[in-house]
């Protein structure tokens, strides 16, 4: 498909100064607009959530990305629920203004020349955070190469280390042609470790990269910071040497074997990234912990996600806060002054919300819901540690509960990786169970194609947010926060996020994990059945418990508060008062592994 009437159409190329930008954070994706398919899912919209903050909060920061031309995939599933893919084309010329400026950077052994867009994400009070999209489908290259910026997630490994190098090694020749020298880079996941050797190479030139000494090492390392977004060892990028060789060159992979970045003898995108970065984090404490006990040769701190609020918060309900409490938009501290709103005006708020929500299910499946009925949401990737089928390892008990709590709606979503097979297979598992429930008190809808606009709508309208990760693998997570935002408490695995933002009872509910999934949905049940039910037939106590979400989680799962947390630990930390990592704590617990 092709998109429809960009909102930004028709920009003006007036050039813009980044001179005197102090913070240059690289993303592989990043979630702009609802439009624009540069990005695939939570890493993504953090990103755009991080640099909606940074506008909104006047950060002097700029970024870089790539431009994805046909971008990450539309989601079709037919009736027994088989995913098939089709391309979301895009063009930038059409949409963004140029950056006006090309580089031109060896790679693959020959030279590949760069130009780029640029998007501006614009604050709540009008400054701005250019943002850099790489783009390399330019006439002159190699025909090959034209492709390079073109699928986010595709191709091979050749291809996606292509894409690294791209982003790493343009990323910085980029912001350098501009004129701007950040003091610090932030590489948002491994993904943009390679800024590191452009760091280098822009340091010694015109010198040859030989030239670098441990000291120059050192000067890039005190520049840069690292976030790892995930312990599952497929998210971190591993490349043989052969291809280091191939795509990077002689030069570069000397640097990086004479200054001890390669792992085990594969160039690994997390261990150049801890390598050259002074200040590395995970994204919430669980997540730190089990970092650091992955890298124990590095200090691994935390600084836990949030969402934007402006971005995820519903149209009735900004509405609401703008009347009540105005000043949450630029500091959402506000948030728990939500306290001096009645429960009853919340939970009327939310009402809007969820008829929305049923309307836009009927209108994509002819599915009726009933707005009286408890409504459960479960989003997200398919990826098999997210565990999607958890809720229906008994479709039996299911019905049992939803008999007797006056009936229950799952409202479903996610797209597969389109070479992820058991992902597709659990999308058609799930299809089977919804596919059995006619006349039944509990209604199974899977929605078809994931994404922003979708998400918002879920995590609006839904009554409560499901999730049941495999503990430790869901590093943060972060559609629970846009669900809080918006008064909807969690029944969730107490894994990232949810270690920290849980009040049992008032913000939600914990499941304990075991060993065994089937203790572990059977929890899940019990809570359901026992707990989230009887709050929510207490109709004051349910109002309640939505104003504590927005009061209590609300007020600390914002990217406005993480980011003050990034500038005050990562970015520009006082030189006295070092962050504490969490070496010491693990340190301390030797023989408990939190990782098993
Ligand atoms: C928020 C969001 C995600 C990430 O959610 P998790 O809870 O971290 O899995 C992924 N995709 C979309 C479309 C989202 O809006």
């Given at each position: 498909?092709?998109?429809?009437?960009?909102?930004?159409?028709?920009?003006?190329?007036?050039?813009?100064d980044?001179?005197?930008?102090?913070?240059?954070?690289?993303?592989?994706?990043?979630?702009?607009?609802?439009?624009?398919?540069?990005?695939?899912?939570?890493?993504?919209?953090?990103?755009?959530?991080?640099?909606?903050?940074?506008?909104?909060?006047?950060?002097?920061?700029?970024?870089?990305?790539?431009?994805?031309?046909?971008?990450?995939?539309?989601?079709?599933?037919?009736?027994?629920?088989?995913?098939?893919?089709s391309?979301?084309?895009w063009?930038?010329?059409?949409?963004?203004?140029?950056?006006?400026?090309?580089?031109?950077?060896t790679?693959?052994?020959?030279?590949?020349?760069?130009?780029?867009?640029?998007?501006?994400?614009?604050?709540?009070?009008?400054?701005?955070?250019?943002?850099?999209?790489?783009?390399?489908?330019?006439?002159?290259?190699?025909?090959?190469?034209?492709?390079?910026?073109?699928?986010?997630?595709?191709?091979?490994?050749?291809?996606?280390?292509?894409?690294?190098?791209?982003?790493?090694?343009?990323?910085?020749?980029?912001?350098?042609?501009?004129?701007?020298?950040?003091?610090?880079?932030?590489?948002?996941?491994?993904?943009?470790?390679?800024?590191?050797?452009?760091?280098?190479?822009?340091?010694?030139?015109?010198?040859?990269?030989?030239?670098?000494?441990?000291?120059?090492?050192?000067?890039?390392?005190?520049?840069?910071?690292?976030?790892t977004?995930?312990?599952?060892?497929?998210?971190?990028?591993?490349?043989?040497?052969?291809?280091?060789?191939?795509?990077?060159?002689?030069?570069?992979?000397?640097?990086?074997?004479?200054?001890?970045?390669?792992h085990?003898?594969?160039l690994?995108?997390?261990?150049?990234?801890?390598?050259?970065?002074?200040?590395?984090?995970?994204?919430?404490?669980?997540?730190?912990?089990?970092?650091?006990?992955?890298?124990?040769?590095?200090?691994?701190?935390?600084?836990?996600?949030?969402?934007?609020?402006?971005?995820?918060?519903?149209?009735?309900?900004?509405?609401?806060?703008?009347?009540?409490?105005?000043?949450?938009?630029?500091?959402?501290?506000?948030?728990?002054?939500?306290?001096?709103?009645?429960?009853?005006?919340?939970?009327?708020?939310h009402?809007?919300?969820?008829?929305?929500?049923?309307?836009?299910?009927?209108q994509?499946?002819?599915?009726?819901?009933?707005?009286?009925?408890?409504?459960?949401?479960?989003?997200?990737?398919?990826?098999?540690?997210?565990?999607?089928?958890l809720?229906?390892?008994?479709?039996?008990?299911?019905?049992?509960?939803?008999?007797?709590?006056?009936?229950?709606?799952?409202?479903?979503?996610g797209k597969?990786?389109?070479?992820?097979?058991?992902?597709?297979?659990?999308?058609?598992?799930?299809?089977?169970?919804?596919?059995?429930?006619?006349?039944?008190?509990?209604?199974?809808?899977?929605?078809?194609?994931?994404?922003?606009?979708?998400?918002?709508?879920?995590?609006?309208?839904?009554?409560?947010?499901?999730?049941?990760?495999?503990?430790?693998?869901?590093?943060?997570?972060?559609?629970?926060?846009?669900?809080?935002?918006?008064?909807?408490?969690?029944?969730?695995?107490?894994?990232?996020?949810?270690?920290?933002?849980?009040?049992?009872?008032?913000?939600?509910?914990?499941?304990?994990?075991?060993?065994?999934?089937a203790?572990?949905?059977?929890?899940?049940?019990?809570?359901?059945?026992?707990?989230?039910?009887?709050?929510?037939?207490?109709?004051?106590?349910?109002?309640?418990?939505?104003?504590?979400?927005?009061a209590?989680?609300?007020?600390?799962f914002?990217?406005?508060?993480?980011?003050?947390?990034?500038?005050?630990?990562?970015?520009?930390?006082?030189?006295v008062?070092?962050?504490?990592?969490?070496?010491?704590?693990?340190?301390?617990?030797?023989?408990?592994?939190?990782?098993?």
């Amino acid at each position: 498909m092709s998109l429809k009437s960009p909102a930004f159409a028709g920009t003006q190329s007036t050039p813009f100064d980044i001179t005197d930008r102090k913070i240059a954070y690289f993303s592989m994706e990043i979630a702009l607009s609802k439009t624009l398919p540069t990005y695939s899912g939570g890493l993504g919209m953090l990103a755009g959530d991080t640099l909606r903050s940074a506008a909104d909060t006047g950060l002097s920061m700029v970024a870089i990305s790539l431009v994805h031309r046909r971008g990450y995939f539309e989601q079709h599933l037919d009736h027994s629920g088989q995913q098939t893919e089709s391309e979301v084309r895009w063009s930038p010329e059409t949409t963004l203004p140029s950056a006006g400026q090309t580089v031109t950077l060896t790679m693959q052994g020959r030279e590949i020349t760069l130009c780029a867009w640029r998007f501006d994400v614009v604050g709540v009070s009008g400054h701005i955070v250019p943002v850099f999209l790489l783009d390399s489908d330019l006439e002159g290259n190699d025909p090959w190469d034209r492709r390079l910026t073109d699928h986010l997630y595709g191709g091979d490994t050749y291809y996606r280390l292509c894409q690294e190098a791209i982003l790493g090694l343009g990323g910085i020749h980029l912001l350098r042609a501009l004129g701007c020298v950040p003091e610090v880079c932030h590489m948002n996941e491994g993904h943009a470790a390679l800024l590191s050797i452009g760091l280098l190479e822009a340091r010694v030139a015109p010198a040859p990269l030989s030239n670098a000494t441990e000291a120059d090492a050192e000067a890039v390392k005190q520049q840069c910071i690292f976030t790892t977004h995930t312990p599952v060892p497929a998210g971190h990028d591993k490349f043989g040497l052969d291809q280091m060789m191939q795509v990077l060159g002689a030069d570069r992979s000397a640097a990086i074997e004479r200054f001890g970045a390669l792992h085990n003898d594969l160039l690994n995108m997390t261990y150049i990234a801890l390598r050259f970065s002074r200040y590395v984090n995970g994204v919430s404490m669980l997540h730190g912990k089990v970092s650091q006990q992955m890298f124990p040769e590095y200090p691994v701190h935390s600084i836990t996600n949030g969402v934007h609020a402006a971005t995820w918060i519903s149209q009735p309900f900004q509405d609401l806060l703008d009347k009540e409490i105005p000043a949450w938009r630029c500091d959402n501290q506000y948030f728990r002054s939500v306290y001096g709103i009645e429960p009853e005006v919340i939970e009327a708020t939310h009402q809007i919300s969820k008829h929305r929500l049923l309307h836009t299910v009927q209108q994509r499946t002819g599915v009726l819901l009933d707005p009286k009925v408890l409504t459960l949401g479960f989003a997200r990737r398919v990826a098999t540690y997210k565990r999607a089928s958890l809720v229906l390892q008994s479709p039996q008990r299911l019905i049992e509960i939803a008999e007797r709590i006056g009936g229950l709606q799952i409202l479903m979503a996610g797209k597969s990786h389109p070479a992820d097979n058991a992902g597709k297979g659990l999308i058609r598992d799930i299809f089977a169970v919804a596919s059995q429930l006619t006349n039944s008190p509990l209604s199974i809808v899977y929605l078809e194609n994931y994404d922003w606009e979708l998400g918002e709508q879920l995590t609006n309208g839904v009554d409560v947010w499901l999730n049941t990760p495999l503990r430790p693998y869901e590093a943060s997570g972060t559609s629970g926060m846009k669900a809080a935002l918006n008064g909807v408490p969690s029944l969730s695995v107490l894994d990232g996020w949810w270690v920290e933002g849980c009040a049992e009872n008032i913000t939600g509910w914990a499941i304990e994990n075991c060993e065994d999934e089937a203790i572990e949905a059977e929890r899940v049940y019990d809570k359901l059945e026992n707990c989230v039910a009887p709050a929510f037939a207490d109709k004051p106590r349910w109002a309640r418990l939505r104003r504590h979400c927005i009061a209590i989680n609300g007020a600390f799962f914002n990217t406005h508060r993480m980011l003050g947390q990034y500038v005050a630990n990562a970015y520009f930390p006082p030189s006295v008062a070092k962050a504490v990592s969490n070496q010491a704590i693990v340190d301390d617990q030797t023989e408990q592994t939190i990782l098993a």
